[in-house]
RNA sequence: GUGGGUGUAGCUCAGUUGGUAGAGCACCUGGUUGUGGCCCAGGUGGCCGUGGGUUCAAGUCCCAUCACUCACCCCA
């Protein structure tokens, strides 16, 4: 034969995920819904594609993912249409456009499924990634903040995760958050600018912040002394933190303060977390989230605070390595050719009754019947040759069990299930 | 966008100073009548990523290109 025209490919980082791979997804979606239900969160689906000035207005226009990780395309007439990059900019503009707000009310919505990234893929990272949201509305309470991490804590350690670090801190508001800028900007000029990385040096005036988080370790170095953002924070800030820290600590949370952490999204106030882990490459973050007072506000709805997570999927499927496919309860090897027809039929009434299992197709030796049921994990090979055929009967071998194996009438074995 | 690494059988990989390819696993068939796992024997299967170049001769050397991968950046 020709050499047929070439392979399409999928396109780079972009994954196809077969059944154990999916079974893992399955698994934590699951897991997700299950947890989060009990938090009193219901769950939203919005549109894998919206106009990119939603996601300009809310994460920021000079962020790198507006400015550069973003899958924006013209549609048929001409608009400017982008895959979301995250959740939490249409889950603010669904909450804003189903005029659900009203004040006092606490809104909560849980949602998942794939985001989309421009970058180059990496360990833990593709371009098309998923993730776990969380996100609560017309909640300006600490009490929000910790429900929120505790949720995930909680998610987190179902799923059998329990060594993960969480790492908090708050950004102050824009109360507060002015001062400290101009502290920190303050402190880099009393340094020499020049050995700083060049990225620092840039940063330093356009997002001071940043800065802290470099991993440039001369930077790391001259920032070792800088003013740190909690000794900053106005009085509302100040006693909001401690309120968080306390359930925390009241809910036997461990946690690590880190007044360095910085969250990426320009939309965040006060509450920032992060939960780390070191098992999976160099990207690190598993979930990150924190508080976004402004958000809402900034996409044309009313005066609502907001209060979230991301929690990213492929870096979960990393910590938890492969899942178990369930075990099928019969293999029916069909020995005689012309039985074909007479054990599908036969396998149908099988899974009306609820089990599960496949039949074999096409010709096939005993011993190669026995080698597939035997890989198919089956609990059961339910063996139809020329004699069971013949008489009505079908064979149940128990694969793995201690127990003989019989010949039964067809009727009175499907009456027994 | 910038670096490094790798592309040989379905999978994981060997392949010596250049002489047109091998292992393990998987798959198939057997080891007497219709019975799996372990073991044994045999077998199917490769334009050596692609396109040029050097050479009598290229999986092996040179160039280009594509893909994958790790890292930077940034983020979940």
């Known amino acids: 034969m020709e050499r ?25 979606e699951a897991v997700a819904r299950d947890t989060f239900a009990r938090y009193g969160f219901g769950e939203l689906r919005t549109p894998l594609l919206e106009k990119t000035e939603l996601f300009a207005k809310s994460i920021g226009e000079d962020t790198d993912v507006v400015g550069k990780e973003m899958f924006t395309f013209p549609d048929r007439k001409d608009r400017s249409l982008t895959l979301r990059p ?11 456009e189903s005029g659900a707000h009203q004040p006092g009310k606490v809104s909560k919505y849980f949602t998942f499924g794939p985001m989309f990234r421009y970058e180059r893929p990496q360990k833990g990272r593709q371009r098309q990634f998923h993730q776990i949201n969380a996100e609560v ?3 300006p309470e600490a009490q929000a903040d910790g429900e929120l991490i505790l949720m995930l804590r909680t998610f987190l350690n179902r799923l059998g995760l329990t060594k993960l670090t969480i790492e908090l801190n708050s950004l102050g508001c824009h109360e507060c958050r002015p001062g400290y800028r101009q502290a920190l900007i303050d402190y880099y000029r009393s340094k020499d600018r020049r050995n700083f990385c060049e990225d620092c040096r840039r940063r330093m005036d356009t997002n001071p912040l940043r800065v802290l988080d470099c ?35 009241g809910a036997g949370a461990a946690y690590e303060l880190n007044p360095r952490l910085v969250r990426g999204l320009d939309y965040y106030v006060r509450t920032c977390f992060e939960v780390s882990s070191h098992d999976i490459g160099s990207q ?33 499927a990393l910590l938890l390595g492969p899942a178990e496919l369930p075990r099928p309860d019969f293999y029916l090897a069909v020995v005689d050719e012309s039985a074909a027809n007479e054990a599908m039929l036969f396998a149908q009434q099988l899974r009306d009754k609820g089990l599960t299992g496949e039949v ?28 069971e055929v013949a008489d009505g009967t079908v064979t149940v071998k128990y694969m793995a069990v201690e127990r003989e194996q019989e010949t039964l009438d067809r009727e009175g074995y499907l009456a027994s299930l």
């Not at 490919?9 to 934590?28: C, H, N, S, V, W």
């Not at 440039?216 to 820290?245: G, M, N, Q, S, Y």
């Open 4 to 28: 047929a025209m070439t392979k399409i490919q999928k396109i780079k980082g972009f994954a196809d995920l077969f059944p154990e791979e999916a079974a893992q997804y399955t698994r934590m």
């Open 86 to 96: 995250e959740a939490t900019a249409g889950v603010a503009r669904a909450f804003i």
């Open 137 to 139: 509305f017309g909640a």
């Open 215 to 249: 991993k440039v370790p001369a930077c790391k170095e001259l920032v070792k002394d800088a003013p740190v953002i909690t000794d900053h924070l106005c009085d509302d800030c100040r006693a909001h933190f401690a309120d968080v820290r306390a359930i925390l600590d």
């Open 284 to 316: 690190t973050a598993v979930a990150g989230g924190g508080r976004y007072d402004g958000l809402i506000r900034n996409l044309g709805g009313p005066d609502c605070p907001g209060t979230g997570f991301a929690c990213g999927m492929e870096r979960l």
């Open 360 to 387: 074999s197709f096409g010709a096939g030796s005993m011993k190669s019947r026995m080698r597939a049921a035997n890989k198919s994990g089956a609990k059961a090979c339910l063996i139809l040759g020329g004699s």
